[in-house]
């Protein structure tokens, strides 16, 4: 067999390998740090992972460009690319900041003849971008995400539905859609046999039909997942379930409480004894599903893996009544109406609990009883009874160092920490600062890489601070929210973090200066978003982050329009905003009027 020399990085030639085990070897490397490892070994390598690279994933629309993506990496066959910054979920990003989709789709189009799976998330997707894609790419594409995207209507909806005959996932959660009609959805149920996920959860589509769901079920006979908007009422899908005999994650839907268009409620406690749900179904999420419909699950409760109750009208009983039934649950989603008693349930019954998620509950709801609130007590016991938890993000409305410090002592697989300390002015926290605590947790789970911690003015002092730079060594994405009582606090915590990409903060008391000379002293960072910091008119203390590569955009302090809690529209003020990031293309082109570029990495670039 013949062999070529194999250069290591500097160029001298110290290694023979064979080409063709080289090149049966890189398939076979999917991590893409691994790849991106493999890639600066030589130029043949560099040359190897641009020909087999299948997947890729750009953080931020505007770190490259279609153009220099299909030079780099023209055998793509799946793309995720992500648009607005992550703060646009929590309505603190402009309506028009950028993330179009539309230069993408035109090269995509054009150039990426393997291409078989696209992901779009938080971008700007036009009906034109839809019938574009579909033309070019529907009789290869597999997999179709759409994922919180806008600026399209069910006419693109119908072009897919009716181009795209191969779908296997069709994804549509969180998006903001016109609609018009419901034939999309026909399309789908006449046009394709191969489908195995559809999703549109979370979107105010309504003139959808359960027959076109129902002929879906038979027609695609490994339908595995469908999470539907809030337009059907559980008893029109009995015959989708009697057909979706495959299905294993089924979400959305709602209840009919007995309410009659003149008001009046007639309770019918046994309204949904009928409903039967597919033998393989093992993920489930019923919005507005109240005490009265909760025995439709016990008899697939003991099977239940995944469990969604965020929009479940559930008080804490409930929450407990139902949680034991499922031991083998390994993830739970709801509301922190579950309270500390819950979460000794869920520790008790749940040993195989992997993720879990506790979100704000809705004060209109009216749910919140005396018990219906997280705390150390539910954490500890959290903590000590399930040892296998991954994945957990929870609002509290007390905390303690010593709950982190289980944490830190039991949570040994714990990869994705959040927290968030809700802001009661009648409940006083005795245990702040959180410091050791901080400390104990981030020492004791040695496998974070995505860490979150948002907490009251005084939760967490500069030493905190330097705690979580010194023992932040593995990770990679990091939210910082009420935190620290200094620039010196800052700084010393960006003398650590050595493997930190992307940093967001938010009502700290930072200045503009401090945020840009700790953004140059994490060297490994990619991505920095800030608001409420101590803001100057013009932003100008940024520019001492000023480098070749390094964008830099400013949103300015502006009054912006909300709907307060009677549903009148009041102005409200919303603090300057700091987006930094590195891009291969310099400054982008579509800049609105609510964004000013600070600097030109272009014109670094050229000096």
């Known amino acids: 067999m013949e062999s070529n020399k194999i250069c290591n990085g500097g160029g001298r030639r110290t290694t023979t390998m064979s080409e063709t085990v080289l090149g049966c070897v890189m398939p076979y490397i999917d991590d893409p740090k691994d790849r991106d490892a493999v890639s600066l070994v030589c130029k043949r390598w560099y040359e190897l992972d641009a ?26 066959e799946s793309l995720k690319l992500k648009g607005k910054p992550r703060a646009a979920m929590f309505n603190l990003i402009p309506e028009d900041w950028g993330g179009y989709v539309t230069p993408w789709v035109k090269e995509i189009a054009e150039s990426f003849n393997c291409l078989k799976s696209l992901h779009f998330r938080r971008m700007i997707v036009n009906d034109d971008d839809l019938v574009v894609l579909s033309n070019a790419r529907g009789r290869v ?219 704000r509950g809705a004060d209109e709801q009216e749910l919140e009883d005396e018990e219906g609130i997280v705390s150390q007590r539910g954490l500890i016991a959290l903590a000590q009874g399930c040892p296998e938890l991954e994945y957990l993000a929870v609002y509290v409305s007390d905390i303690t160092n010593e709950a982190l410090e289980q944490l830190g002592n039991y949570s040994k697989q714990l990869c994705d920490f959040r927290l968030v300390l809700l802001e009661h002015e009648e409940r006083a926290i005795a245990d702040l600062p959180l410091d050791n605590g901080v400390r104990a947790l981030l020492s004791g789970c040695q496998k974070l890489r995505r860490f979150a911690l948002y907490l009251r003015h005084g939760g967490l002092t500069d030493t905190g601070l330097k705690y979580i730079g010194q023992y932040s060594q593995n990770i990679r994405w990091m939210l910082l929210g009420c935190v620290g009582e200094s620039d010196e606090g800052l700084l010393e915590f960006s003398r650590g973090c050595p493997s930190l990409r992307k940093l967001e903060m938010r009502d700290c008391c930072f200045t503009e200066r401090a945020l840009a000379i700790a953004a140059t002293q994490i060297t490994s960072l990619r991505y920095l978003w800030a608001q409420g910091y101590t803001a100057s008119p013009f932003g100008h203390d940024f520019l001492a982050m000023a480098r070749p590569y390094w964008n830099i955009e400013l949103i300015p302090r502006r009054l912006v329009t909300v709907t307060n809690q009677l549903g009148e529209p009041v102005q409200v003020d919303d603090p300057a905003h700091i987006l930094a990031y590195y891009s291969l293309v310099g400054p982008r082109s579509d800049f609105p009027n609510s964004v000013v570029p600070l600097v030109s990495s272009a014109s670094l670039l050229s000096e």
């Open 51 to 76: 020909l087999t690279r299948k997947h890729l994933t750009i953080a931020l629309c505007y770190t490259t460009s279609p153009e220099r993506l299909r030079r780099r990496f023209p055998h793509l």
């Open 141 to 359: 594409l597999k997999v179709l995400m759409l994922d919180k995207c806008s600026g399209f209507s069910t006419d693109g909806l119908l072009q897919v539905a009716t181009s795209c005959r191969q779908l296997r996932t069709f994804f549509l959660e969180d998006s903001t859609i016109e609609e018009r009609d419901g034939e999309w959805l026909h399309q789908f149920a006449v046009n394709n046999t191969v489908l195995e996920t559809l999703n549109f959860y979370m979107t105010e589509l309504s003139k959808v039909r359960s027959e076109d769901l129902e002929l879906i079920a038979r027609n695609c006979r490994n339908l595995l997942s469908v999470k539907l908007s809030d337009g059907f009422e559980i008893l029109d899908l009995v015959g989708f379930f009697r057909a979706a005999t495959a299905l294993e994650e089924f979400a959305g839907g709602s209840y009919n409480d007995g309410t009659d268009n003149d008001g009046s409620v007639h309770e019918q406690p046994d309204r949904y004894n009928g409903v039967v749900f597919p033998p393989k179904l093992c993920q489930i999420g019923l919005n507005y599903m109240g005490k009265n419909q909760m025995p439709i699950i016990f008899p697939l409760a003991s099977r239940l893996k995944k469990m969604d109750l965020l929009y479940a009208l559930l008080n804490t009983e409930d929450h407990c009544i139902l949680i034991q039934k499922c031991p083998n649950l390994e993830v739970l989603e709801t509301r922190n109406v579950i309270g500390d008693r819950g979460l000794e349930v869920l520790a008790r019954s749940c040993k195989k609990l992997k993720r879990l998620r506790i979100e």
